[in-house]
């Protein structure tokens, strides 16, 4: 099984689908299921984030895409929408940064924004 993201004409994500596996046969699935939504389609991986597959495999897209996300063509990445004026998006990981990094301190829990 394989996911894929569904996007609007402004590339963002719609709805994140389960499909079928381009591995497992011939058939381009992104154009498949890009003409059976109407919608551009395009592969993406729930073991991404920041640029590193979880388990060692095959790095692409950056990111999981989530409904509300964007694909940035230039970065052939999927990341979030900016979530504050202030951050900044690290285009090594298409993670979102804040102007000041948060404190490394494991004793204490933060809620960072």
Same mark, same amino acid.
């Given at each position: ?45 729930y073991?991404?984030?920041g ?12 990111? $999981?895409a ?5 694909? #940035?063509?230039? %970065? ?5 929408? @900016? /979530? $504050? ?6 285009? #090594?990981?298409? %993670? ?5 990094? @948060? /404190? ?10």
């Amino acid at each position: 099984m394989a996911h894929y993201a569904l996007l609007d004409e402004n590339n963002l994500v719609t709805n994140v689908i389960v499909g079928e596996d381009e591995q497992d046969s011939g058939t381009d699935w992104e154009l498949e299921y890009s003409n059976m939504f109407n919608q551009r389609c395009l592969r993406t991986s729930y073991n991404m984030h920041g640029g590193k597959h979880k388990f060692g495999g095959e790095e692409f897209r950056k990111n $999981y895409a989530i409904i509300g996300g964007i694909y #940035d063509e230039t %970065l052939d990445a999927f990341y979030e929408q @900016q /979530p $504050y004026p202030s951050w900044t998006l690290n285009q #090594d990981t298409c %993670l979102w940064e804040p102007p000041v990094a @948060q /404190p490394i301190d494991t004793s204490k829990l933060y809620r960072w924004d």
